[in-house]
């Protein structure tokens, strides 16, 4: 139930996030999602990648300051209020989202989310059976 | 005083002053016999340059009273160094030296035409740095109504300045600037005030901003020299004709060396001040090096005095920084982020005047293996570093990460500060 999410640090610099994307381009690196936090002075770019070890390899060595997570990963039902549903789920148990995004990949609609306790939120999938998502659908 | 008379007081001050420290300073002691030079060798004014030099350094490395010249019980007050690496430098004062000290400090007030008839705010900072305290008992000296309401508060100075009648006021140039933009915003106007003049000092200031605190304040603006090593503020101050500062050379011994060769300069020469304390008793300094840089003239001044001339301090030798009247060097940065070990101690520090009051940027690479998916991570990681900083050398400092590798590598001398105040 997790995939591996890249993250990347970048300052804000005009043309900058296009130059990291330009590397993975180049290297045939198919971007599934992505989603930035910023701040005044720099952003996070969190990614799903189609090959994230080798995204990995191509960002260090174009100097990029890069990490590779886990993260969970969960399929929805693509009707009004699936998400939400989910979420009642991990608020009920106290469980907050750190931060979530959604994107779908062929007919799949996808959830990634980092919470406060993986542990536990773990425990919350697998007791509700929830429908999880590997790095093998997004082939 | 007529030069010769000067000179021979000077001669007099200074054989007691090297027999003293030989005698009373182990530090000293060694250092002179190291350099194969007795106190009998000490004969004329011109003798001082076989004296071995004193460095900040000497302070910090005889921390706390290890260089102090009398036993305790003879210091009735200590001050400290603002800001400096790990520990700070301690200072110690006799009675006699509160005195001379307040004597100079009440000459250098004169100068300004402060009079028994002022009522005078002291806004410098009360406490270990000689600030507050130094200007305080000078004020008194004098014989003014002093107001010793310290630094900060801007509110309650201004309601002070225009509910007392202040008369003079003495703190940094660059607090003054500010109070001065300040009273619009506090709903009071220079019509309210009775400020006649301003002895500013404790970071260096030019021409400009002397002219720019007579405008917006309507005042005469004068500017006092001091540094805590030798005595605190009151060891020069400028007279009227600004033209330099008149050092009180019966009490503290100016030279000039070339910041190279620490080889002796002429007059009208600039070089790196040092100076030696004629007649201090509680920490006498030989020949210390304070690393401004500054040029000495001799030639009467126009006001009649003859004391010797202190150019307008230009600059420094070392890479130190006065930030708010507190002293930096660029290493306390370094030694903070090394301790820490969470970021790399690649930086750069920028230092910007903005509303008046200097502020202090740090950029700091990034390690990566600190980098997480969360934006909250980078901003703990900022604020302790921003924590440790603050607690280290007592100065707000904003931290901003960058990517690693993006600060510029010099293969020389690293360049770790931009200082765009002034400009």
Same mark, same amino acid.
């Given at each position: 139930?997790?995939?591996?999410?890249?993250?990347?640090?970048?300052?804000?610099? $005009? %043309?900058?996030?296009?130059?990291?994307?330009?590397?993975?381009?180049?290297?045939?690196?198919?971007?599934?999602?992505?989603?930035?936090?910023?701040?005044?002075?720099?952003?996070?770019? &969190?990614?799903?990648?189609?090959?994230?070890?080798?995204?990995?390899?191509?960002? @260090?060595?174009?100097?990029?300051?890069? @990490?590779? !997570?886990?993260?969970?990963?969960?399929?929805?039902?693509?009707?009004?209020?699936?998400?939400?549903?989910?979420?009642?789920?991990?608020?009920?148990?106290?469980?907050?989202?750190?931060? =979530?995004?959604?994107?779908?990949?062929?007919?799949?609609?996808?959830?990634?989310?980092?919470?406060?306790?993986?542990?536990?939120?773990?425990?919350?999938?697998?007791?509700?059976?929830?429908?999880?998502?590997?790095?093998?659908?997004?082939? | 005083?007529?030069?010769?008379?000067?000179?021979?007081?000077?001669?007099?001050?200074?054989?007691?002053?090297?027999?003293?420290?030989?005698?009373?300073?182990?530090?000293?002691?060694?250092?002179?016999?190291?350099?194969?030079?007795?106190?009998?060798?000490?004969?004329?004014?011109?003798?001082?340059?076989?004296?071995?030099?004193?460095?900040?350094?000497?302070?910090?490395?005889?921390?706390?009273? %290890?260089?102090?010249?009398?036993?305790?019980?003879?210091?009735?007050?200590?001050?400290?160094?603002?800001?400096?690496?790990?520990?700070?430098?301690?200072?110690?004062?006799?009675?006699?030296?509160?005195?001379?000290?307040?004597?100079?400090?009440?000459?250098?007030?004169?100068?300004?035409?402060?009079? #028994?008839?002022?009522?005078?705010?002291?806004?410098?900072?009360?406490?270990?740095?000689?600030?507050?305290?130094?200007?305080?008992?000078?004020?008194?000296?004098?014989?003014?109504? =002093?107001?010793?309401?310290?630094?900060?508060?801007?509110?309650?100075?201004?309601?002070?300045?225009?509910?007392? %009648?202040?008369?003079?006021?003495?703190?940094?140039?660059?607090?003054?600037?500010?109070?001065?933009?300040?009273?619009?915003? !506090?709903?009071?106007?220079?019509?309210?005030?009775?400020?006649?003049?301003?002895?500013?000092?404790?970071?260096?200031?030019?021409?400009?901003?002397?002219?720019?605190?007579?405008?917006?304040?309507?005042?005469?603006?004068?500017?006092?020299?001091?540094? #805590?090593?030798?005595?605190?503020?009151?060891?020069? !101050?400028?007279?009227?004709?600004?033209?330099?500062?008149?050092?009180?050379?019966?009490?503290?011994?100016?030279?000039? =060396?070339?910041?190279?060769?620490?080889?002796?300069?002429?007059?009208?020469?600039?070089?790196?001040?040092?100076? $030696?304390?004629?007649?201090?008793?509680?920490?006498?300094?030989?020949?210390?090096?304070?690393?401004?840089?500054?040029?000495?003239?001799?030639?009467?001044?126009?006001?009649?005095?003859?004391?010797?001339?202190?150019?307008?301090?230009?600059?420094?030798?070392?890479?130190?920084?006065?930030?708010?009247?507190?002293?930096?060097?660029?290493?306390?940065?370094?030694?903070?982020?090394?301790?820490?070990?969470?970021?790399?101690?690649?930086?750069?520090?920028?230092?910007? @005047?903005?509303?008046?009051?200097?502020?202090?940027?740090?950029?700091?690479?990034?390690?990566?293996?600190?980098?997480?998916?969360?934006? &909250?991570?980078?901003?703990?990681?900022?604020?302790?570093?921003?924590?440790?900083?603050?607690?280290?050398?007592?100065?707000?400092?904003?931290?901003?990460?960058?990517?690693?590798?993006?600060?510029?590598?010099?293969?020389?001398?690293?360049?770790?500060?931009?200082?765009?105040?002034?400009?």
């Amino acid at each position: 139930m997790t995939i591996r999410q890249l993250s990347v640090f970048l300052e804000n610099k $005009t %043309g900058y996030l296009n130059e990291m994307l330009a590397q993975l381009a180049k290297y045939n690196i198919n971007i599934i999602a992505l989603t930035v936090a910023d701040t005044s002075e720099y952003g996070i770019v &969190r990614m799903i990648v189609s090959d994230p070890e080798k995204a990995l390899d191509i960002l @260090r060595e174009g100097q990029f300051t890069v @990490r590779m !997570h886990d993260i969970l990963s969960l399929e929805m039902d693509a009707a009004p209020g699936s998400l939400s549903k989910i979420l009642n789920l991990f608020t009920e148990a106290d469980i907050c989202i750190e931060y =979530v995004y959604a994107f779908s990949f062929g007919s799949k609609s996808i959830v990634v989310f980092r919470t406060n306790n993986r542990d536990k939120a773990i425990e919350i999938i697998n007791e509700n059976k929830l429908k999880s998502i590997r790095e093998a659908d997004l082939k | 005083m007529p030069r010769e008379k000067m000179r021979a007081l000077q001669t007099e001050r200074l054989k007691e002053l090297v027999n003293r420290v030989y005698n009373n300073v182990s530090f000293y002691r060694q250092r002179m016999d190291e350099a194969g030079v007795k106190p009998s060798d000490i004969k004329t004014l011109e003798d001082i340059s076989k004296l071995p030099f004193t460095h900040k350094q000497d302070l910090r490395d005889n921390y706390p009273f %290890g260089l102090f010249a009398v036993p305790m019980k003879d210091i009735v007050r200590v001050h400290g160094s603002s800001g400096t690496t790990g520990k700070p430098t301690t200072v110690g004062y006799t009675k006699n030296d509160i005195d001379n000290w307040s004597e100079v400090v009440a000459r250098s007030f004169t100068m300004a035409g402060i009079s #028994s008839d002022d009522i005078m705010q002291v806004s410098y900072g009360y406490g270990l740095f000689t600030g507050g305290l130094g200007a305080h008992y000078g004020a008194e000296k004098v014989g003014c109504s =002093v107001i010793p309401i310290s630094g900060g508060n801007t509110r309650r100075q201004l309601q002070l300045m225009a509910d007392f %009648g202040s008369t003079a006021l003495a703190c940094t140039p660059s607090y003054a600037l500010h109070l001065a933009d300040a009273m619009a915003e !506090h709903g009071y106007s220079l019509s309210d005030m009775k400020l006649k003049a301003g002895v500013f000092g404790a970071e260096p200031w030019t021409e400009n901003m002397r002219k720019e605190l007579e405008r917006k304040w309507g005042i005469k603006a004068f500017d006092i020299y001091g540094l #805590s090593e030798i005595m605190g503020p009151g060891v020069s !101050h400028d007279c009227e004709y600004h033209c330099g500062l008149h050092v009180h050379e019966d009490h503290f011994f100016p030279e000039i =060396v070339d910041p190279e060769t620490k080889e002796p300069l002429p007059d009208g020469q600039e070089g790196e001040l040092v100076f $030696t304390t004629l007649t201090k008793e509680g920490i006498p300094l030989l020949r210390y090096n304070t690393r401004d840089l500054s040029t000495l003239y001799r030639e009467k001044c126009e006001c009649g005095r003859t004391l010797v001339r202190m150019k307008k301090i230009t600059g420094r030798s070392d890479d130190m920084l006065i930030i708010r009247g507190v002293n930096l060097f660029p290493s306390q940065i370094e030694h903070v982020l090394l301790e820490l070990g969470e970021t790399s101690a690649h930086y750069m520090l920028y230092v910007d @005047r903005k509303n008046n009051l200097d502020t202090l940027e740090l950029k700091v690479e990034l390690d990566e293996s600190k980098l997480t998916d969360t934006i &909250r991570d980078l901003q703990n990681l900022s604020r302790k570093i921003e924590h440790a900083l603050n607690s280290a050398i007592g100065l707000s400092v904003k931290v901003t990460l960058v990517e690693p590798k993006t600060i510029a590598r010099s293969e020389g001398k690293a360049k770790r500060v931009i200082d765009n105040r002034n400009k």
